[in-house]
């Protein structure tokens, strides 16, 4: 028998009643000799894992057997937390005084026990099976000769006691970054050393930069790494050139933010008859970034790159992400071109992908382009341009619509963007626009980014998907219950297409109640992720669909452009295709990690500036809507701002009020007043905790909701 965790836990199961010693097990599953190393190794690791429990007198059970669970900790400002696991239904909630010693993010062990609430399991953590925190961001303050670390992040309840020794250089009122070495305990806080200073508490930047290093983002590239980036020339080869498609002489251009350095993709259009050819040209990365090199290494561990109002941190150092592998106007640059031939109706006759060499000759920015396209001049350079922009402005518009006849579901749900002054305060924040040039580069990396999926697939080759699954069945009838007091519906919740949902969509649009049946659709579905199988994207439509066009900021792209040149002129043998397949889902779920840590990092770096541009306005009167109804109140997003605030059930005090969590509502007890996910309210803002990222408001009244349509 070989020895693994399944085979071990599945004898275990079947052949022990009683925790046992491990020679105990070893005897009873008639263990050689040879083997009960590597047996004693293995147990110790379930142990560690939470798979077994080890007891008093060194004896290994099953957790289920003693009602134990293991899991992760989501602790809560206020000290209880409550138990993830990976098992299904709800999670375990452990009350304050039976946390024992541990923290926000441990791994435990916890006994169920009975609680108040039978629809509620309760806990207590009988064990700390991994510290998962190493090192915590906060606030240094000092007391006497020693100071004391008060956390950033409210779900670590310990303040850590920085003796003299470990201040290193921390003073009162700064962020500090502090190494964990004495965990707490019932007898003593916990005890650190000061491993960073990371700057002062005041300056707005460097609340960021502690949010960046709350969630382990890598901000500094290695030495290795650095040397690497250095040693690539910053111009291209004329023997780099040789074999490629010289498309240097072509009207290839670029269109992207206004701030935007990293230029991955650019395009290109030819007239055909009554039909055309795009081209979509991607930066070459995988030309620079080898496999396996310092540079490949450090991609995969950071896996995209991450987003903020005020910078960025590069999956990929600025010596390629900024200047050799972006695709500036008037250099050479070496791409990976798609070529889709259209016909009229824009239904795709071909494709053909190369490797090919193109210079810019432009950048345009997605206002200035869209202007053009609104019918403003245009500057003389830009003569031989515009009948290109202006066919391309056709062509996605024939795309786009197909796209969603098709069964792509359009949530049209603004975001914000916040602009930061040259002091690092927020300046302004407001939704963001998308115009014609927005959807006319979209629609293009769309059919790019399908096209390449589908010539993978044709080919046999094992690739890296973008899926995105079909919505719970559970979710989707409680959403379908509740859009029918506006009228809508889907026509059944057991396994809709995506058709079906693109059209309750349309059906909504121009309705007071647009805006909620998007936030509660898109709150139905399934996160879109990385994987190594293809179940097809459901909410694009698409059959096949894989991430191509972004191989500078995305790790996923990358790996795709390698399979794309690896098997351009051979075939995949069944053999490779096995192996290949097996390193693809290691790749996917570690890219999908990534990409929900970053998202994690952006999305509370955006509450945080939020927060901070709030905190001069207390006082101040806003119109906004309900965006999210809670047993504790209700979330209010304020007009224009795109800012998100909390009205506590606690300043309601005209009634009592009970939360029905199907129908998103409060609703008062002794009268018909009700607050309703969708309706337009007037607030006043309160408080700001720039600390806990909190914005609290407090209600004037309710405004008129036009009523809905039927």
């Known amino acids: 028998m070989k020895l693994t965790e399944s085979a071990i836990l599945h004898l275990i199961q079947k052949k022990t009643s009683r925790p046992m010693k491990i020679s105990e097990m070893a005897k009873a599953f008639s263990l050689p000799s040879a083997s009960r190393g590597e047996f004693r190794n293995i147990i110790k690791g379930m142990a560690h894992n939470g798979t077994l429990i080890r007891l008093k007198g060194n004896r290994y059970g099953l957790p289920d057997e003693m009602n134990l669970v293991p899991g992760i900790l989501n602790g809560h400002p206020d000290g209880y937390a409550f138990l993830i696991t990976d098992k299904p239904g709800k999670d375990v909630f452990i009350s304050r005084t039976k946390m024992r010693d541990a923290m926000n993010g441990d791994q435990v062990m916890v006994r169920i026990e009975a609680g108040k609430d039978a629809d509620r399991p309760e806990g207590r953590v009988v064990r700390v099976l991994e510290r998962k ?41 700064q962020i500090v970054c502090a190494e964990i070495v004495d965990y707490p305990t019932s007898q003593h806080a916990p005890t650190g050393r000061i491993v960073e200073v990371i700057g002062d508490s005041s300056d707005p930047r460097v609340e960021v930069q502690s949010l960046l290093r709350k969630h382990h983002i890598r901000l500094a590239f290695p030495e290795s790494v650095q040397q690497e980036a250095a040693a690539i020339p910053s111009f291209i080869g004329e023997d780099e050139c040789q074999g490629r498609m010289d498309l240097r002489g072509e009207l290839i251009f670029t269109i992207d933010g206004e701030k935007a350095r990293d230029f991955d993709d650019a395009v290109s259009l030819e007239r055909m008859g009554d039909g055309c050819r795009l081209g979509v040209h991607i930066a070459d990365v995988g030309h620079y970034v080898l496999e396996d090199s310092p540079l490949d290494k450090e991609a995969y561990e950071r896996g995209t790159s991450l987003y903020y109002p005020d910078g960025v941190v590069p999956m990929l150092p600025v010596e390629l992400s900024n200047d050799i592998c972006s695709l500036k106007p008037g250099v050479d640059r070496l791409t990976l071109s798609v070529f889709i031939d259209f016909n009229a109706e824009g239904e795709v006759l071909g494709r053909r992908i190369c490797e090919s060499v193109i210079k810019s000759r432009f950048r345009l920015t997605y206002n200035q382009a869209a202007k053009w396209l609104d019918g403003e001049k245009a500057g003389d350079e830009y003569a031989a341009l515009l009948p290109t922009l202006f066919q391309m402005l056709k062509l996605s518009r024939k795309l786009r619509q197909r796209r969603f006849q098709s069964g792509s579901v359009d949530f049209n749900i603004p975001e914000p963007v916040i602009q930061i002054d040259k002091d690092g305060a927020v300046e302004s924040i407001a939704a963001a626009e998308h115009n014609d040039a927005h959807h006319l580069i979209e629609e293009f990396m769309l059919a790019a980014n399908q096209e390449v999926a589908r ?36 026509p059944h919740t057991h396994k809709p297409s995506s058709r079906d949902l693109q059209s309750l969509v349309k059906r909504a649009k121009g309705r007071p109640e647009e805006r909620v049946v998007s936030i509660l659709l898109l709150r139905s579905m399934k996160k879109a992720r990385y994987s190594e199988s293809d179940p097809g994207h459901f909410c694009l439509g698409f059959e096949h669909y894989a991430h191509f066009t972004s191989p500078i900021r995305r790790y996923p792209d990358l790996v795709v452009h390698r399979l794309v040149k690896a098997y351009q002129r051979r075939k995949c043998a069944v053999k490779e295709a096995k192996r290949l397949y097996s390193t693809l889902a290691d790749i996917a779920r570690q890219s999908t990690d990534a990409e929900i840590k970053a998202l994690q990092a952006e999305r509370e770096i955006t509450s945080l500036r939020q927060a901070q541009f709030m905190a001069d306005k207390i006082g101040s009167v806003y119109s906004g809507h309900i965006n999210g109804v809670t047993a504790f109140g209700f979330f209010v997003e304020l007009e224009g701002l795109l800012v998100e605030g909390l009205v506590h059930i606690s300043s309601l005090r005209d009634d009592y009020y009970i939360y029905f969590e199907d129908e998103h509502k409060l609703q008062a007890q002794h009268s018909p007043k009700q607050f309703r996910i969708g309706e337009a309210v007037k607030v006043k803002l309160t408080g700001v905790d720039i600390r806990k990222r909190q914005i609290d408001f407090s209600l004037i009244e309710k405004l008129p909701s036009p009523s809905p349509g039927r």
């Open 133 to 173: 925190t190493k090192t915590l961001i906060g606030i240094y303050e000092t007391f006497g000769r020693e100071g004391w670390v008060v956390p950033s992040d409210p779900k670590f309840i310990h303040e850590i006691f920085i003796p003299l020794k470990w201040r290193g250089g921390g003073r009162d009122g």
């Open 455 to 490: 010539h993978l697939d044709s080919k046999n080759v094992p690739f890296l998907h973008r899926i995105h699954e079909a919505p719970d069945e559970e979710k989707l009838t409680k959403f379908n219950s509740f859009v029918k007091t506006f009228g809508l519906r889907l």
